[in-house]
């Protein structure tokens, strides 16, 4: 069975420090991972996700995860945080993403706070 | 391209009353999803809708249904509401296996 655990309900950084937002999974089969933010009162917005390819993934405003599947963890970090990237931040698991979306399963969520 | 397009983004309801949110998808996509966002529950998905039909859903009782129309728009109804359906209602279109969000609806129940 899918889960998804993000280890930290709540980030804390300064400016200009890095961030790291811990995200570990279980799964039956190689799953697709994503990392969405959502700032407040907005929708959700991709930022990076891994399909199998490259376990080093990009994604925008200068996010990065690596898919470590010894450690089945997917954890995002930036090296450089900014004030505008406070938000909150899901990471996501699926078995099914290209066909079906019933087995998408969302964590709860971290609050990223950053302090000037 | 346009995003996705929910109405109206703010919503407020008195209890037993009905509902009915809407979701535009982006041009093409013809998957479309809801999910229900509250701050105890965290994200959890309602349904999702693909070239009309519903191909999946989610554990809500039958108050929460929803349905798909040709040109892909969909919309969801919660009927007899309480106040625990007080909430932000999201929709996402996909394609190609990424998903689109809309800002959401925010609905309140009195």
């Known amino acids: 069975a899918q889960s998804v655990t993000q280890l930290d309900s709540h980030v804390s950084v300064s400016e200009g420090t890095p961030v790291l937002l811990r995200c570990n999974y279980s799964?039956?089969?190689?799953?697709?991972l994503f990392w969405y933010v959502q700032h407040p009162n907005k929708g959700l917005q991709l930022l990076l996700k891994?399909?199998?390819?490259?376990?080093l993934v990009k994604g925008i405003n200068g996010f990065e995860a690596e898919f470590k599947k010894s450690e089945t963890s997917f954890h995002l970090t930036k090296p450089s945080a900014h004030m505008s990237d406070a938000a909150e931040y899901f990471c996501?698991?699926?078995?099914?993403?290209?066909?079906?979306?019933?087995?998408?399963?969302f964590g709860p969520g971290t609050s990223l706070s950053v302090i000037p | 391209k346009a995003g996705v397009t929910q109405t109206p983004r703010y919503l407020i309801k008195t209890r037993g009353q009905q509902v009915t949110l809407s979701c535009s998808p982006i041009s093409g996509h013809r998957s479309v999803s809801w999910y229900q966002q509250t701050p105890g529950q965290g994200l959890q998905f309602l349904f999702e809708?693909?070239?009309?039909?519903?191909?999946n859903k989610g554990n809500f009782p039958g108050r929460f249904s929803g349905r798909q129309f040709s040109n892909s728009r969909s919309e969801m109804n919660v009927s007899t509401l309480e106040l625990g359906d007080s909430a932000l209602y999201l929709c996402?279109?996909?394609?190609?296996?990424?998903?689109?969000f809309g800002q959401g609806t925010r609905l309140t129940v009195v």
């Open positions: 996501v698991v699926s078995e099914g993403w290209k066909t079906s979306y019933d087995k998408v399963i």
């Open positions: 891994y399909t199998s390819a490259a376990t």
């Open positions: 799964s039956s089969y190689s799953p697709s």
């Open positions: 996402a279109s996909s394609r190609g296996g990424e998903a689109f």
């Open positions: 809708y693909f070239s009309e039909t519903q191909r």
